[in-house]
């Protein structure tokens, strides 16, 4: 089974309240799973990896022979990737943990994509916010 994996974060300010939002797709396009919850006080990159990781945790219980991560966060994306340096003290721990659930993923790869194919992803991350405010 290969899966599509889609998330997203957000931040009302930046930092400010945040939400995150993810779903994970098997090859057919049938929605497996969704993510919608608050996570408090956070910038918009640490809500990004934290939208991540949590759809990297659920994917694991499947078992996938293929995982793609589609991430509309360019930062994010290429510092997974290795592209890009992780400066940030707080993102450091964020990447760690993210880079650790990518070996644990079978034949993992995360790919930018547009804001605009990642909606339901931006949705639930919103929704994500208003929940708690």
Known sequence: MRLSLYSDGASQGNPGPGGIGGIILNENGDQLASICQ?????TNNQAEYK?????????TSYKATATTLYMDSQLVVNQINGKYRVKNPL???LHSEASRLARELNNFTVVYIP?????????LAKAGIKSKI
């Open 38 to 42: 608050s996570i408090g006080l956070c």
């Open 91 to 93: 993102l450091k721990t």
């Open 51 to 59: 939208a991540a990781i949590a759809v990297m945790k659920r994917a």
């Open 115 to 123: 804001r605009e194919k990642n909606k339901i992803s931006d949705t």
